[in-house]
RNA sequence: GCGUCCUUAGCUCAGUUGGUAGAGCACUAUCUUGACGUGGUAGGGGUCGCAGGUUCGAGUCCUGCAGGACGCACCA
């Protein structure tokens, strides 16, 4: 037994411990075992990331769940990694270069390539570090990156064997693009901002008829310049006459038709709508129903091109107002409007989103959408907390779009496509085709300069970790995965993704479990960012508080809510919990002296321990009942009312007077240490490190390590409700007589008589721990009121027994009557509603003979307490008298 | 507009087949009891957002309304 320090210092022992963990190998899995497999994927922070407090969130999450498989005998990996995180880490460096005044251009691809591998393993330390620091027992020695060889191979894979089911092609389209970061972007990474803005009324005249014009509305006047026709409603009586007719779009003068379609609403603006097949994306359906040529006029950097004559060379934003200007001037700028209307930005860097049309590979998503929708539709996969994200994950399935996976940025898988450079011939292969081009037999290739979004590699995670495309044993054992554990902002992005890759081509679900958790925020609601200023620092928490703490209290929230605000109270106040087990832990192991550690806990006699065992192994059973779908919440609340309410107020209060009985002493020693002991493991999943210190120094120890101790089952056979019941009825009691001695102040140990026809002998059995408990000189029990002082008494009425105490010098006789009636008061509102209840011909009637059979006793109860509490009454009048 | 969800004690939240409203924090009073004042003990505090309905019985189920969060779509 080693020295515990006088309070709970985390700092002395968390890294420490930790070392010593992955030093011995506690965390690696087997890859093919007897005991049943548990697996895990980490979803992969961003490889130059920070860690903050969702990372936190998440790996006490996967972590606890992890540990007490572990614990339970399973065969558990939990699958390291890191993303490479395409735009984001580009963007990273291209900051540093800018810095020097440079951009990656004048570096060229493969120099910045290289800037950027070496960016990614100075950052990647950081990360790995910081996770290592929550306690998480991932198994490194498994650790992927998902830009390494392995896991590029396996991309190209994918993508060459998507190409060949005819789910990859390549096709114009217009597309979401960021004129920022230069490249397209799928649907998910565009986001919607209400914003301010105008809405411009401007004649456009018809052609041949300078006294005949239709007025559209836009609220982007400089998309004028590629219009390539004005739509109606064809029900609209206003401009039918108009169809057939063409109109004059200003300064670029191209006659463009007036076209029919339902999609014009007549109710908005003019009921003309100015179609722009090239930067808008239902101008763009429109013109391809109508067969309308497209006509570009913004180009990649969001600036007018070449179409824009005129304009060439200005922004959109000036070319706008000098549009607007020039509108003015000529007399066909009728209106402007105040609009409020919402704008598409980039939802990494916030820049407009332009619609343009280019060249992009895509993923063909219906099909796939289809079994992804089916897997949890039929159960092979459960969605956690339950009935809260499949109806979002259907819909989003039900109206999916084409994925747009090519980016146009130098960061990341590139696609494996080869084109010939000598015709347009291409090849989709996972190296550079040996061959000479089929169509004009020139071995001259080049690859696609587009790389893959970021989430294409990562919808591989589940089965690539394990080593997909190889056939391992690995792979045998952990695919699907167990559990997959992910924030709900990345249902779409992530999770739907993996299950419909999973699906193609490994043919079963990635994981049967999905557990989402929620955002944190901080104590006002308010999202944590840097520029608010609200952030907490888990790192800073854990250097404060202790990881245990952290740990704590983020299970503690996680539960079934959406947000969790967190502030630094509440992780104080789960401080103290820890340093409570750190104070009991230190008692009872200074109480063990003589221990027998060969102690049978079967042969234990006195009720107190017995009441003690048998919490626990309710204790146990509802912890891991709670385990079972996931709420830690529960699982914590339930552990620390355990030992903090139970096991230190009533039963170390309770073991200080038996460890000093002769007879009680070693059995109750045993107890204190068993009990505390398979309490740890209890809160080892969540708490690592304080458990396996106070583990370690526990006279009971046994096993190497509290991480691969046996998980605490609980076992009904030492669940004694009977004994729970007579413990109850002891809490009362002393409750109660705490109560009387708190309401007039009486600090002096006195004496209590009880009179309890049901409880008296034990009453006479815990006679010394109720003394001690309820600080009495002697409690003594009584069959009838004969012999009891009752006038110079203090009464109090709990059910089945009351409690006189000598006090006469305290007695204030309003303040009983007082007492007494407001007591009444209460118990005569109970026995209403029972009452009420029981003469109820419908309840009587319809309710089960179990909810009326508990009713019954309740009547029994209440009627005896309001038989007591009335002559209590009458007592003191007469008294008073 | 469609969808998911929230509204319970001053604050943060639990309350899972409908059966007498709970916890933590905060607050009040009190206690130097030999593990812990990061502690012990006792206590105050809620017409469960509003209005209907179903039911013997509704915080719990249904409908409507109000306020709020998130997702998707549309937005000339």
Redo the contacts with the bound molecule.
């Keep these: 037994m080693s020295e515990l320090s006088g309070?709970?210092n985390p700092q002395e022992f968390e890294k420490q411990i930790y070392s010593e963990w992955e030093k011995n190998g506690y965390f690696h899995g087997q890859d093919s075992s007897d005991k049943p497999p548990f697996s895990i994927v980490l979803p992969p922070p961003n490889v130059t990331g920070a860690l903050h407090m969702g990372h936190a969130l998440t790996l006490t999450i996967q972590d606890t769940v992890l540990r007490r498989k572990r614990m339970q005998g399973f065969n558990t990996v939990w699958f390291p990694g890191t993303d490479h995180a395409g735009i984001a880490t580009q963007m990273v460096v291209e900051r540093e270069l800018l810095k020097e005044g440079k951009s990656r251009h004048d570096l060229g691809r493969e120099k910045f390539i290289e800037k950027v591998w070496e960016v990614k393993h100075r950052h990647h330390g950081f990360i790995t570090n910081q996770t290592r620091v929550m306690g998480a027992s991932l198994d490194w020695e498994r650790e992927r990156f998902t830009l390494d060889e392995h896991f590029s191979e396996a991309v190209n894979k994918v993508f060459v064997q998507l190409y060949e089911r005819g789910l990859v092609y390549r096709g114009e389209k217009l597309i979401s693009w960021c004129t920022r970061c230069s490249t397209a972007i799928s649907?998910?990474e565009v986001e919607?901002n209400p914003e301010n803005g105008k809405?411009y009324y401007i004649r456009y005249y018809v052609k041949g008829d300078n006294s005949k014009f239709v007025t559209?509305?836009?609220?982007?006047p400089e998309t004028l310049l590629g219009d390539t026709a004005v739509a109606v409603n064809p029900n609209d009586k206003r401009f039918k006459k108009l169809h057939g007719e063409k109109v004059i779009i200003p300064f670029v003068n191209r006659e463009v038709p007036i076209i029919l379609d339902e999609?014009?609403?007549m109710e908005?603006?003019?009921?003309?709508?100015?179609i722009t097949p090239g930067h808008?994306?239902?101008d763009y359906e429109i013109g391809r129903k109508h067969g309308l040529i497209t006509v570009t006029v913004i180009d990649k950097h969001g600036k007018m091109n070449e179409n824009a004559v005129g304009f060439t060379g200005l922004t959109a934003k000036q070319a706008r107002e000098k549009i607007v200007e020039e509108l003015k001037n000529n007399g066909t700028l009728e209106k402007i409007e105040d609009?409020a209307?919402?704008i598409?930005k980039c939802s990494r860097c916030d820049t407009v989103i332009e619609p343009l049309l280019s060249n992009q590979w895509f993923v063909k998503m219906d099909g796939m959408a289809k079994k992804a929708m089916y897997a949890v539709k039929d159960g092979r996969i459960k969605f956690y907390p339950q009935?809260?994200?499949e109806?979002?994950y259907y819909?989003?399935l039900e109206?999916i779009r084409d994925w747009c996976v090519s980016r146009q940025l130098w960061w990341g898988h590139r696609i494996p496509v080869w084109y010939c450079k000598d015709c347009s011939h291409f090849e989709v292969m996972e190296h550079k085709p040996k061959k000479p081009c089929a169509r004009c037999g020139s071995s001259n290739y080049y690859q696609e300069n587009d790389v893959l979004d970021t989430w294409f590699s990562a919808a591989l995670w589940p089965f690539v970790a394990p080593g997909w495309p190889k056939d391992t044993a690995t792979l045998k054992t952990f695919y699907p995965n167990s559990l997959m554990e992910t924030g709900f902002?990345i249902i779409?992005f992530w999770v739907a993704r993996m299950i419909m890759f999973g699906l193609e081509f490994m043919d079963e679900v990635p994981f049967k479990e999905v557990l989402y958790h929620a955002m944190i925020r901080d104590?006002k609601?308010q999202k944590m960012s840097k520029t608010k200023g609200n952030v907490i620092d888990p790192l800073v928490v854990t250097e404060k508080y202790g990881v245990d703490t952290l740990r704590f209290t983020l299970a503690s929230?996680a539960?079934?809510?959406?947000?969790?605000?967190l502030s630094e109270?509440?992780i104080q106040?789960y401080?103290?919990f820890?340093?409570?087990i750190w104070?009991?832990s230190?008692?009872v192991y200074?109480n063990a002296q003589g221990l027998d550690p060969e102690f049978n806990i079967k042969d234990i006699k006195y009720p107190l321990n017995k009441w003690i065992v048998s919490r626990l192994n309710s204790t146990a059973l509802a912890v891991n009942k709670k385990f079972e779908?996931y709420?830690l919440?529960?699982v914590s609340?339930t552990l620390y009312?355990f030992f903090?309410?139970e096991f230190?107020?009533w039963y170390?209060?309770l073991s200080?007077p038996m460890l000093?009985d002769e007879k009680a002493s070693a059995e109750t020693k045993y107890v204190l240490c068993y009990v505390q002991r398979e309490f740890l493991k209890l809160l080892h999943p969540i708490a690592p490190f304080v458990t396996e210190k106070l583990y370690e120094a526990s006279p009971l120890k046994d096993g190497k390590t509290i991480m691969l101790a046996k998980y605490p089952e609980g076992d009904e056979k030492f669940v004694a409700k009977e004994v729970e019941g007579s413990f109850g009825f002891i809490q009362e009691l002393?409750?109660s007589i705490?109560?009387i001695k708190?309401?007039y102040?009486i600090?002096a140990k006195n004496d209590v008589v009880v009179v309890s026809k049901k409880h008296s002998k034990l009453i006479d059995e815990l006679k010394g721990p109720i003394t001690k408990l309820a600080?009495l000189r002697d409690i003594s029990t009584a069959d009838d009121l004969k012999g009891i002082d009752l006038a110079g008494s203090l009464k109090s009425v709990i059910p089945d027994a009351e409690i006189y105490m000598p006090a006469k010098e305290f007695i204030d006789f309003d303040k009983e009557f007082a007492r007494f009636n407001k007591k009444l008061e209460e118990v005569s509102k109970?026995l209403n509603?029972?009452n009420n209840?029981l003469s109820?011909k419908?309840?009587l009637?319809?309710?089960?003979a179990e909810?009326i059979e508990?009713e019954k006793r309740?009547l029994e109860?209440f009627t005896k307490l309001s038989t007591e509490l009335k002559s209590a009454i009458t007592m003191l009048e007469t008294c008073r008298k």
């Design positions: 309070k709970y649907d998910l919607q809405l559209v509305a836009t609220t982007r999609y014009v609403d908005f603006g003019t009921g003309c709508l100015k808008d994306f239902n609009y209307m919402t598409s009935g809260w994200w109806e979002t819909r989003w109206n902002d779409f104590e609601g929230m539960g079934r809510a959406r947000d969790i605000k109270n509440s106040g401080s103290y820890m340093n409570k104070q009991a230190k008692f200074t779908v709420e919440n529960d609340e009312k903090w309410h230190c107020d170390i209060e200080k000093n002393v409750s705490r109560n708190t309401i102040g600090n600080t109970d509603i029972v209840k109820n419908g309840f009637d319809k309710a089960s909810v508990k309740k109860e």
